[in-house]
């Protein structure tokens, strides 16, 4: 064996980090974690409201999960698929068709979010070349929204920071607002403000010409960009309505919402949708490994595939690894009934953020549903004037409840409306406790903000 250079692995924790990542300032050193708590190399104990970015869902270190990576990985951990076949992805991919709605039942495998979304969008094109429809280029998206920041993911987005830098290179896709009903301040209800906002589709379609038109893309529930944004009841119906209106392919972006974070193994389940193409991510690796899927409809996907077959793939796609982690945390779900402790907790948390209102007057909105909630900070709850954006609260609050040792997830909204919100979302083993601990340490958090 070679000597290994002394200097390439030499490292200290107080050296200049080599890393550059979105957000400025260091933050301390992860040392392990375990349910819904993350020590630090400080042995400071945090409790993960966020888990991560939606991520952790049913909690840090699950010991049959770990124990079915490694029984995986002492067969292997890859095979490449255009080589060989695995098990682990054949079941996988089953248990997600069983889990979708009727005649979703073609997966194909991505290691992330943006990788799904992508697929989602390549498969629609392909399919309407496979068609002969030609024209069908483009895929309307919501603003705001967050798809992913891979390319074809960015020209969905709609979220100016990260759009603008590449505008110039990214054809940006058309853009209909999100169903923000909670700004309205006409008197309408709320089934007429969500027939309106679905109503824009209609428009955006018909202004581009339906022809033209391939996908709508949207979050059910929205995440990042519109925090835990929930459309009015009616919204969902009338945009699978306007989308068989015009041939239009209806995408459900669940990389946050699939896997039980809203309380159903999919969000589109509240609302009886059936999209025809679904991106998942997030949960189903849950912080155990880098995965996401793409579930699609059969008849979609068959004249792709008798077409030339589908022009896209990633290289780690449906490794044997990262499926049996996938399938254990499906398993993990059923068998400790997750997706009811999310619905029951999840109640619970967003009455006690509800009560929040009540003490602080800056709060001006909380939404959600499941384990996917948020509240939103205004200047002002009756006219929902938001803070001003050197307010800097979106920062502070979150470094605030840091120092209580608790993580939560904020974002400054875009799109006409700019306002602070904050994804308050624990693992889904979460309990009362849990709760109340969330609670204690954001109301402190909150008080300091005051
Ligand atoms: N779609 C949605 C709805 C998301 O919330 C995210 C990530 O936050 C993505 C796509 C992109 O996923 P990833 O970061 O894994 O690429």
Redesign the pocket.
């Known amino acids: 064996m070679n000597a290994i250079p002394a200097e390439l692995f030499d490292w200290s924790q107080n050296a200049p980090s080599h890393l550059f990542y979105q957000t400025g300032g260091r933050r301390p050193f992860i040392e392990r974690a375990e349910g819904v708590y993350i020590w630090d190399a400080q042995g400071r104990r945090f409790l993960d409201g966020s888990s991560g970015?939606?991520v952790s869902n049913i909690g840090h270190g699950n010991k049959r999960v770990l124990d079915a990576m490694r029984d995986q990985m002492n067969a292997t951990t890859f095979g490449y698929r255009l080589h060989f076949e695995n098990e682990p992805a054949e079941r996988l991919a089953s248990v997600l068709s069983k889990l979708s709605p009727q005649g979703l039942d073609r997966v194909f495998f991505a290691s992330?979010?943006?990788?799904?979304?992508e697929s989602c969008i390549k498969l629609a094109r392909q399919y309407a070349l496979a068609k002969g429809e030609t024209k069908r280029t483009e895929v309307i998206s919501r603003f705001p929204?967050?798809?992913?920041?891979?390319f074809g993911?960015l020209a969905v987005t709609g979220y100016g920071p990260l759009n603008d830098p590449f505008a110039p290179m990214v054809r940006e896709m058309p853009k209909i607002p999100a169903p923000r009903a909670y700004l309205d301040r006409d008197n309408s209800s709320d089934e007429a403000r969500g027939l309106r906002y679905a109503d824009m589709l209609r428009g955006k379609i018909e202004e581009l010409g339906p022809e033209n038109v391939l996908a709508f893309i949207m979050?059910p529930v929205g995440?990042?960009s519109t925090g835990a944004l929930v459309a009015p009841d009616s919204y969902y119906q009338r945009v699978r309505d306007i989308c068989d209106d015009y041939g239009v392919l209806l995408i459900y972006?669940?990389?946050?919402?699939g896997v039980g974070r809203t309380g159903t193994f999919l969000a589109a389940e509240h609302w009886g949708q059936s999209p025809d193409i679904i991106?998942l991510?997030?949960g189903l690796g849950a912080g155990y490994v880098?995965l996401?899927a793409m579930i699609a409809r059969r008849d979609i996907v068959d004249p792709v595939v008798a077409n030339g077959g589908f022009m896209h793939g990633y290289t780690y796609a449906g490794n044997p690894l990262a499926c049996a982690a996938g399938l254990a945390v499906i398993r993990e779900i059923y068998e400790q009934d997750l997706m009811a402790n999310t619905a029951r907790i999840g109640a619970l948390l967003k009455s006690r953020l509800d009560n929040l209102t009540a003490r602080f007057p800056f709060i001006g909105d909380v939404r959600g549903k499941g384990l996917l909630l948020a509240f939103e900070l205004v200047a002002n709850r009756e006219t929902m004037t938001p803070l001003p954006k050197d307010a800097n609260a979106f920062a502070k609050l979150v470094e605030y409840a840091y120092e209580e040792q608790l993580i939560i997830y904020s974002r400054r909204t875009h799109g006409g409306y700019e306002g602070d919100h904050f994804l308050v979302c624990p693992p889904m083993i979460a309990t009362e406790s849990h709760v109340d601990e969330i609670m204690e340490k954001l109301t402190k958090s909150l008080d300091r903000l005051a």
Do not use: L
């Open positions: 970015a939606m992330g979010g943006s990788e799904a979304v929204s967050y798809h992913g920041s891979t993911a979050e995440g990042a972006d669940e990389v946050m919402t991106a991510s997030k880098p996401g």
